[in-house]
């Protein structure tokens, strides 16, 4: 093997951590920086103790390990071993340990110093997960502050090098050329109008007919593999074809990897499981669906789900590279090449997309006061850090300053997610730890105990079940168990049902049914989910949801717990409140007082409350008045009037929106004892006027004076709210003697005249009273003087004294 293209370099490498503590390596895919490194480092004066190998999934971590002990002709566990979740391999030989970057986090947090190690080799590091950005971190600040003489080894094959050496104090930066095999891409289209499973199955049989080698397929999810491997085998029966992904058995795994035995050609049908560290021997096309699935945090429904989008270019460009590793190689794509320069040029960092309470509490753990003063590629997010130590809060691992609590100390210390740790510490101390353990165990693997919504009788199933996967996840439940036992406190209470388990952990997703059908479900945090209804858990009337996937609005329970009314009753009364409600009733024009019992957004029961709380009443009507605008309110027409003055003075007082505004003011006082807007008029334009100080009433009177004085002494009011402006109406005769037309407002405006008759009937509307005077009048005398004999119709009135009498009653008057 000393062919491989990283044995160029890897002097150079050698060189530079003989003088620098840190470095970073760059080699494409195929140069063989994961297997032939860390051996190489063993032989190193300061290499006298372990040698940590962090990849990124379980499975390349176990290949990568088995092919380092196969170099060396060992067997896995001497030499070189490996560590993760629900598999481990090594002994007091091990020199070289791969572990998943998960695994290296809890090592780093149990002892700070790495005591006994002498190296850690971040793998693949461009993938930018969660845990390897963390690790990195952490080993940083404890490079910095304890261990001078560890060092630290960035690899990938498409990482921006320059970014990692500056975070690493300048580390040199070593870079290999790799080996370049021709690789030919094929672009074959996307096809919207055909299933994923049939356009891939459809894929690989041209693959199959036109090439020559085995054939990896990259496929988003395990479901999609199921039914591509099915389609296979009706239509290419000829084919080896080998599922690889996380929940296929090691054997299973082990079987993809590899060359088969018997020469016969595989077709392996991966997720991004295969897309770097793994070396597929034997590959050389590659098929790609163009597909990712990756988890993101659902901030609004609390949840990870699990997004499909469009795969990279990044990605695209390691899973075509499968294909050439060890030789001339052909990729297929399933979408076109002018749609290829608009795919995300990478996957966004875990550290943006992912739920940040595990990463809250390591850190809160660690010590770290200020997050953002660590070795970040990319500081976690403000926001998203904020909003995970609130819920840590809310479970009781931090305190109100966000220092890690004793409680917080012993979830830490649980290989879990600070949520179901907290559920099975709270299960160990009612002696419930096994259950606990293999509850939380069941939402962290998918595929344990078959599908279904279900998880107790996903539970009975797993109990069952047999294989290399099951036994070792019920050895890892057991461990997980004996863990928490240690840690907790028992006897505190007495054993509780599966569901109040799994509401310890999601409180926010206890949930009721909204129908009869089993299909929509309100969550106590106030999210919506759907169910489907053909599931068992349908039936129910109360469940608590592990799992879901999909948007906020409408997310699809994956996993979940039945409950019942009683066990709610019994066992969740710590989590019940009594809360006074009000509602609106727009029918009957009040608000309505409830007294509720509820859980969350669950309302358990309702009962009419006697004895509301006052001011929250007063507080309604005025929310009701605020949102529905001052016509619900009984306003009388003086009432109106003087806001309509108001208005035309310029009076801000009184606008309608200043007056919202003040409702608490100069509405409030008037609620009082109510439960409904049915204030008296008066009180409500007392109330109005109230709101205008001393110099707004005189500008007031002065600008929009409420009532028009006649020349015959009458008072007559004037109407602000008149299309043609301010006008006022009445008897023609009430104006005798006045020549000048009367305004009001400032600048001067004419005040728009409706005349009326002695019967007051309308005669004209004018804004010219002399031109009126001297022009129509005599029309009007001519139409009036027949009907209204008795009164007088002058032909020259602005010489006439004022007077609504008749003309006997003036002649009469006149001669006293």
Known sequence: MSDLPIHAVLPDLLAALRDRQSAVLIAPPGAGKTTAVAPALLAEPWCTGQVIVLSPRRVAARAAAERMAELLG???????GYVTRLDAKRSAKTRVLVVTEAIFVSTILNDPELQGISAVLFDEAHERHLDSDLGLALAAEAQGVLREDLRIVVMSATIDGSRFASLLDGAPVVESEGKAHPLTVKWLGARPDVKIEAAMASAIRTAWREETGDILAFLPGVAQIERTADLLAERLQQALVLPLHGQVEPAGQRAAIRRDPQGRRRVVLATSIAETSLTLDGVSVVVDAGLSRRAEFDKAAGVTRLVTTRASQASAAQRAGRAARQGPGVAYRLWEEAAHAGRPAFDPPEVVT??????????????????????????????AMAAARGALQALGALDAEARITAHGRAMARLPMEPALAHMLLFAAERGQADEAAQLALLLQERGLGGRGEDLARRLDRWAGERGSRAEGSRKLAVRWAQMAQKLATRGKSAEVPLGVLLAEAFPDRIARARGASGEEWLASGGRGYRLDPA??????????????????KGARITAAVSLEDEEVTRFLSHRMEERHSLTWNAAEGRVEARLERRLG????????????????????????????????????????ALIVRAGYAGLEALSEQV??????????????GRRDLQIGAGKLHEALLNRLDWNERQALDKLAPAEFRSPAGTSHAIDYGHEGGPCVE??????????????VGQPPKPLLLSLTSPGDKPIQTTADLPGFWRGSWRDVVKDMKGRYPKHRWPDEPWAEDPSLKTKNAFNAQKRT
Request: hydrophobic share 50%; with cysteine.
């Open 354 to 383: 992912s739920d940040l309470a595990p990463l809250a509490l390591t850190l809160a753990q660690w010590g770290a006061g200020d997050p953002t003063a660590m070795a970040w590629l990319d500081p976690p997010p403000v926001a």
């Open 659 to 672: 007056l919202l505004d003040g409702l608490e003011e100069w509405l409030g006082p008037l609620l009082a």
């Open 74 to 80: 060992e067997e896995a566990g001497q030499t070189i």
């Open 730 to 743: 009445l008897r023609v005769q009430a104006l005798f003697g006045l020549e000048r037309h009367p305004c």
């Open 535 to 552: 599931s068992p858990l349908a039936t129910a009337k109360r469940l608590v949801i592990g799992d879901a996937q999909g948007e906020a």
């Open 601 to 640: 957004a669950i309302v358990l029961a309702r009962v009419p409350d006697p004895k509301p709380d006052a001011d929250a009443v007063v507080a309604k009507l005025v929310e009701v008045v605020r949102e529905g605008g001052l016509a619900l309110l009984p306003l009388g027409e003086a009432a109106k």
